[in-house]
């Protein structure tokens, strides 16, 4: 297994450490439900060293992304953020993925870790004008540190004005501690909160600098298990699960960041074809109205038939619901339609309701 | 890791305390911790015969779905209902937290159980 730079402070802080597509890593330290309410109420650090990093430069970066990617990058300013799809031909999603642009020659794309190898394989693959494409992935350590108290965590290691930082905007020149790192008003919680982008060497004393600091602001460090809690009462999609190569940007709903206005990219025309013809599936998010836990990969039935199936489920810790996302026939696919959904023998009914099921606390203004 | 002297164990990390022809089963502290924190217990139902490895409850976790499967061949008589309004007490106190208790009807499958000492050894080696 692939280890991150801090892989040996998470064994010494006590986590449980799991495969995680290849990657050891902590999927908890102290009970996800505990770490997923830190995040809420107060700040939690993620070690995300494990997500890819791939460099694109060169005078034809912007016309050669523009081609590759969904959301248009016409109107993005230096040092913004935007989120996006690269997608098959067949309107299938290759994966969801950051963008980072430093200026119209130097974007750096921020992808699943799990992803990263068939990314890149891609993105060479189609590679046009005078562009480099380099996988930088072993050049970054990676850490988030959400939730309401992450800025006033940071703000008392930099001299930065993080309120400078808008939601989805990055500097690349800022000292935490002493170490310098690109950080961004990003996440993957549904909390206001930064990500934190440095060199693998100095990561565990930054690290443990950070934990530090922002004990007395109630921060812990926090596993996958309660990332992925979060992230799905947020309704954010995760690939492999929202998103995949047979699950296109606009049946999972997020037609937001597919842009059909600007010229020609990879996937257009059959997203048209969606658009204009209707999708015949749709992701909705549902609550259980009876005592069962919705899984991943259960069958949703309406009207004694197959429908879909559920891509997320699980219990809501700020919630206190058994929920799940599902993927089912748009026919179905209304707010207040009751269905059910096939746990182990027994059909169990549950009520669409509108997404996200926990509302995002990010900090636009 | 704590295993309990008296009580004999499964390869899927049940364990079984035996009361003459009565077996109370339980998951172990191994198993528990393994899971994390329990958030959902399905027991079987009373009167129910049940074979030696099928599924006899369900344990939920925040992240999974797992069996538990029985030890031995029998009926169902009781279960702990307790159990499904507070799953915790699992992973608080896994060997007061028994799920059901079977009346054996195969003595001799007591024997493919596990002692403490061989069900200590296995774990070692399953890790």
């Known amino acids: ?24 890593l902590p999927v908890e330290y102290e009970g996800i439900i505990r770490e997923h309410e830190t995040v809420r109420t107060a700040a939690g650090l993620f070690d995300v060293s494990h997500m890819g990093e791939i460099l694109v430069e060169g005078p034809d970066a912007e016309k050669y992304l523009q081609k590759m990617l969904t959301n248009d990058l016409a109107p993005m300013q230096d040092y913004q953020v935007y989120y ?4 098959y031909p067949d309107g299938g999603v290759v994966d969801d993925l950051i963008v980072y642009k430093y200026n119209a020659n130097l974007y750096l794309l921020v992808v699943n870790a799990s992803n990263k190898d068939k990314d890149y394989e891609w993105l060479l693959q189609h590679r046009a004008g005078q562009v480099t494409i380099t996988d930088v992935s072993d050049n ?10 992450a800025q006033r965590i940071l703000q008392d290691m930099t001299s930065t004005d993080l ?14 501690g002493d170490t310098p790192v690109m950080i961004s008003r990003t996440g993957y919680t549904g909390e206001d909160g930064f990500e934190l982008y440095l060199s693998p060497d100095q990561a565990p004393s930054l690290w443990q600098k950070i934990l530090e600091q922002g004990q007395k602001h109630g921060l812990r460090p926090v596993g996958l298990g309660a990332r992925d809690t ?24 997020l037609g937001h960041f597919v842009k059909f206005s600007k010229s020609d990219f990879i996937g257009k025309e059959a997203l048209l074809r969606q658009k204009e013809g209707g999708v015949k599936r749709k992701l909705i998010a549902f609550e259980m ?22 891509t997320t489920g699980g219990i809501a810790p700020s919630l206190n619901k058994n929920i799940g996302l599902a993927l089912i026939a748009s026919d179905y696919a209304q707010e207040g339609q009751t269905i059910e959904v096939a746990i182990r023998k027994r059909s169990m009914r549950a009520l669409i309701i509108p997404k996200p099921f926990y509302s995002k606390k990010y900090k636009k203004a | 890791m704590n295993i309990m002297k008296d009580l004999k164990y499964t390869e899927t990390h049940e364990w079984v305390r035996l009361e003459g022809n009565r077996a109370y089963v339980g998951i172990t502290d191994h198993a528990q911790s393994q899971m994390g924190e329990l958030v959902f217990i399905e027991l079987p139902v009373v009167d129910d015969e049940i074979g030696k490895g099928d599924p006899l ?23 702990n209902e307790e159990l499904e309004d507070n799953p915790g007490a699992v992973n608080e106190d896994p060997y007061q937290s028994w799920f059901a208790v079977i009346e054996i009807s195969d003595s001799e499958e007591i024997d493919e159980l596990m002692d403490a000492d061989a069900y200590e050894a296995f774990c070692q080696q399953e890790e």
């Open chain 1, 289 to 310: 109205l009876e005592r069962g836990i919705p899984r991943a990969g259960y069958e949703v039935q309406a009207d004694g038939k197959t429908i879909g199936y559920v």
């Open chain 1, 230 to 253: 979060l992230r799905f009462e947020a309704a954010l999609p995760l690939y492999g699960h929202e998103l995949s190569a047979d699950i296109s940007p606009l049946e999972a709903g």
């Open chain 1, 163 to 176: 309120n400078q930082i808008k939601f989805f905007r990055f500097s690349s020149e800022v000292i935490i």
């Open chain 2, 57 to 79: 409850a369900v344990v939920e976790s925040v992240k999974a779905a797992s069996d538990v499967y029985a030890p031995l061949t029998g009926t169902i008589i009781e279960i």
């Open chain 1, 140 to 149: 970054y350590a990676l850490f988030a540190v959400q939730g309401p108290n």
């Open chain 1, 84 to 87: 996006t799809f690269m997608c």
């Open chain 1, 1 to 24: 297994m692939k280890k991150t730079p801090l892989y040996e402070l998470h064994v010494q802080a006590g986590g449980k450490i799991i495969d995680f597509g290849g990657w050891a």
